[in-house]
């Protein structure tokens, strides 16, 4: 059973940083893609960034470019999301998600199977 425990969340203001962690079990694919989602109220949900276990290759939304890194610890099966000069529209609930990949690329949002339970991120400003 796979299982993606999310921690590192909280509040902090405009400018200042984070780091998520999502500890990662039972993950057994041969090629997987692990990814940070973010949710506001009232929004759709967002992929913000996504790694690829075969070669790291890693893909950010433009709207955290430049500002967030994704990175994962295989020793310790954690995946991080650091995240730098934080704005008020940053604040939404931060998924982290694991899906199969079949080649070189990276699924589809919608085709993240498995999801962890979400940690809160709140920026003030």
């Known amino acids: 059973q796979v299982q993606l425990v999310e921690s590192g969340g909280g509040s902090v203001e405009a400018g200042g940083s984070l780091r998520l962690s999502c500890v990662v079990s039972?993950?057994?694919?041969?090629?997987?893609?692990l990814a940070w989602f973010r949710q506001a109220p009232g929004k759709e949900r967002e992929r913000v960034a996504r790694i690829h276990s075969s070669d790291d290759s890693t893909h950010y939304a433009d709207s955290v470019k430049g500002r967030f890194t994704i990175s994962k610890d295989n020793a310790k099966d954690t995946l991080h999301l650091q995240m730098n000069d934080l704005k008020p529209e940053d604040t939404a609930m931060y998924y982290c998600?694991?899906?199969?990949?079949?080649?070189?690329?990276?699924?589809?949002?919608?085709?993240?199977?498995?999801w962890g339970q979400g940690t809160q991120v709140t920026v003030s400003s």
């Open positions: 998600a694991a899906a199969q990949a079949l080649g070189p690329g990276c699924p589809l949002a919608s085709d993240y199977n498995h």
């Open positions: 039972g993950l057994t694919y041969r090629r997987s893609c």
